[in-house]
């Protein structure tokens, strides 16, 4: 058998354990699950490979050295080879042994992360707030005008039931675009319906001008592993699991009366 093959077979048995692992797994045993960093992983392998340098060759003592537990998952060894089998294959096999079970505690560790629910989309249920400027004769065509010490109230309405907790960002693209945290301005229905209420200023602090608001929705556990929220929209990627872009809306922000 060549060595490509017994790598194959090898990935083939550990892809059959680490499903029959993984399958009895629920999302609760795994709360505040943290991925490994590439430099963890990267420490694990480097840690495995340093204690195979000292393992003793095949014509060396069969007694051998203690599995390496990698996350509370003890590594196994690797058969004996046969006794027809070339010197040197058994540190070979133990080598790619070792890194397929490392190789097994990360896909294991990272698989087992509780998948975050999509939210369906949510329509604009009215916004509320100044006096509106008409551009044209189409009633789309008004844009809302805000001053800062007035208020505004503006409405999301999910096109189904949500349950579990949501939370909202405002992507504000302008003439210098931002990602506004709507905070203690939020309410959320039993349903999953958002209200953003209160003074301009506290909401959107803004300097004056027209701006492009989009609502950035998502699940409290999609927003807590992420920096900034709105990186996504403003680099024109794809959203990250659990969050979604509203509909967006222009405003104008007024310069304070004198």
Known sequence: MSDDEILDALGTRARQRWSEQTAALDAESVEGWTPLTDSEQQDVVAGVLAQLGDAPSSDASEESAAPVPIHGRPVEHVPEPAANEPPGRSRWLAAAGAVLAVAAAVVIWRGTAPSIEALPTYEDAGFEGGTAIVRGDAPEAEVPRLLPDGELRWRLRPSTAVEGTVRMHLWADGAQPRCIAVGDALRVSGQGALEVQG?????LPLPPGEWVLTPIIGRAEAFAGLEDPCAWR???????????????????IDPPAP
């Open 199 to 203: 003074r301009v200023a506290d909401v």
């Open 234 to 252: 403003a680099q024109g990627t794809a959203a990250p699991d659990g969050v979604i872009a509203g509909g967006s809306r222009t405003i104008r």
